[in-house]
């Protein structure tokens, strides 16, 4: 009797490697889904360019002599980040759960717990800078429009561009806890599973 | 010649990583060098889930030596095991007890990275519902994997594109699995699983969802690739037909074990049967 083996070629032999977690795949896979689902991108990116325009012209608006009208914007803008902050929240919370069964395939192809992880985050922070980037312009655009509409060229004097740099800061920074704080908790989760209960998630 | 091939060929660096000593059971199956041309080893694997108060064992004591470039079929009825078995042997899921060798290294001992390694270069997967990843091409699929393993993009893209020729996609490309037909989709898993040049090919149930003729095609897909690469492959399968081309089969009962037989002795077995 033959084993069937006798009649194949024989592989080498080889050793145990390791992979490791390459940055430029974790950015380009993060890219790429962001591009694919450009919808959803879109949407979000606008999500948070609104919160992040109104933070920002609320900041270089001209300072309110009436603390009551004051107390009225500062309750608008809570309840606009409080808004847009839910909306993204739910927005990226479904789209890793979406995702589960893709992130169980990609791990049986090689893809580390922290390439799963990364690809996320990157993908969550690149949302939440463009969007709250685009915010930024279109705020500051609005606030120097209406100035200048409202005070003609004496508009510089009146808006607060003073500390400029830290109010983009924040404004960027906003938009970048936004989504990444929605993204980190489904995507650390998805990258912990083991593949298979991945996949068995979602159907 | 030939015994000197042999001879250059016995691992001695590789005899000394396994831990225990399974080539005393592995040579039950084979004659010879049983050690280097072993390719998946379980010894006494259990694997048992835990719903609330039960506890379901799934797999109940699984002992298989696989040697490399077998084609191994494993049938049984639903929920004896199978595709938990696959898992298990695929470095998907921990068994509660046991060891599972591959290529006489303990699975169990790999840490992450050497784990991805494992799953990325040396097993290749099919599943029962491809699991092709949907935003991106069949040939992004199959690039996905050579670029874990580090091979450069442009390579990546010509060793896709070769490799979905082979399995009869040349002109699908860019397509989206959306775009395709299921068993289209399967042949982009198999091309993806066999990216990397894998020594081990786990297809769990790969036809189930496929009509008859495509699901013949899609196994004589995976035996020639078997045949031209000597990879191992281990495919479970409800159909009988399927067994024609396997070196043995395994039928597996209640996680257990209930046979394991070489084709020729199966044919006898399934003649006579078809008498009764
Ligand atoms: N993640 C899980 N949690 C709980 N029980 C599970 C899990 N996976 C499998 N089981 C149980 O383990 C047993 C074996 O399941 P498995 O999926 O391995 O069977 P199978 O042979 O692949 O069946 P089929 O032919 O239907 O695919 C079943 O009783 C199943 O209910
Ligand atoms: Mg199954």
Same mark, same amino acid.
């Given at each position: ?122 993908? !969550? &922070?690149?949302?939440? +800078?463009?969007?709250? @980037?685009?915010?930024?312009? =279109? /705020?500051?655009? #609005?606030?120097? *429009? $209406? ?6 060229? !004496? &508009?510089?004097?009146? +808006?607060?561009?003073? @500390?400029?740099?830290?109010? =983009? /800061?924040?404004? #960027?920074?906003? *938009? $970048? ?6 993204? !980190? ?12 209960? =991945? ?5 | ?276």
């Amino acid at each position: 009797m033959k084993a069937p083996l006798e009649t194949h070629p024989k592989p080498e032999a080889w050793q145990i490697g390791r992979l490791r977690l390459r940055p430029r795949l974790v950015f380009a896979m993060a890219v790429n889904s962001l591009r694919l689902r450009i919808s959803r991108t879109l949407l979000t990116v606008l999500t948070i360019a609104t919160a992040s325009a109104f933070l920002i012209f609320l900041l270089t608006l001209p300072a309110q002599a009436d603390p009551a009208e004051r107390e009225g914007w500062l309750l608008m803008l809570g309840l606009c980040l409080l808004v847009s902050m839910a909306g993204v929240l739910n927005t990226m919370l479904m789209s890793i759960t979406q995702r589960y069964r893709e992130i169980g395939t990609i791990k049986c192809l090689g893809a580390l717990d922290g390439f799963v992880l990364g690809s996320v985050m990157v993908e !969550a &922070a690149l949302l939440g +800078l463009v969007g709250a @980037g685009l915010g930024l312009l =279109a /705020g500051t655009l #609005l606030a120097l *429009g $209406l100035g200048v509409a409202e005070f003609g060229g !004496a &508009a510089f004097a009146h +808006l607060r561009f003073d @500390g400029f740099a830290w109010k =983009a /800061g924040l404004a #960027l920074l906003t *938009g $970048l806890l936004l989504t990444t704080l929605g993204a !980190a908790l489904p995507a650390w989760i998805a990258s912990k599973m083991p593949p298979m209960e =991945a996949m068995r998630g979602e159907k | 010649m030939d015994r000197f091939e042999n001879a250059a060929d016995g691992g001695d660096a590789r005899r000394e990583m396994s831990p225990s000593d399974p080539a005393a059971s592995a040579a039950v199956f084979l004659e010879g060098d049983a050690r280097a041309d072993t390719t998946v080893m379980t010894r006494e694997v259990v694997m048992e889930y835990r719903m609330g108060m039960a506890v379901i064992r799934a797999l109940d004591g699984i002992d298989l030596t696989i040697p490399t470039g077998e084609y191994l079929s494993i049938m049984g009825p639903s929920g004896s095991g199978k595709t938990t078995l696959f898992n298990v042997i695929g470095g998907l899921a921990k068994p509660t007890a046991g060891s599972v060798f591959i290529d006489e290294i303990d699975v169990a001992q790999l840490d992450a990275g050497e784990l991805a390694w494992l799953r990325c270069r040396k097993i290749g997967y099919i599943f029962q519902s491809y699991n092709i990843v949907k935003v991106m091409t069949a040939l992004e699929n199959v690039t996905l994997p050579m670029l874990f393993a580090g091979v450069p993009p442009d390579e990546a893209r010509d060793r896709g594109a070769d490799i979905l020729r082979r399995v009869g996609l040349a002109d699908r490309l860019l397509h989206t699995p959306r775009e395709l037909s299921g068993g289209q989709q399967q042949r982009v898993a198999i091309a993806r699983a066999f990216a990397n040049r894998p020594a081990i090919i786990l297809a769990d149930e790969p036809t189930a969802n496929l009509d008859l003729r495509t699901g013949e095609e899609i196994i004589h897909l995976m035996k020639e690739m078997n045949r031209e690469q000597g990879v191992t492959v281990i495919c479970s399968t409800h159909d009988h037909k399927m067994l024609d081309i396997s070196d043995r089969i395994v039928w597996m009962k209640d996680g257990r074990i209930d046979k394991l037989a070489r084709r020729e002795d199966v044919a006898i077995e399934v003649s006579h049967m078809a008498e009764k």
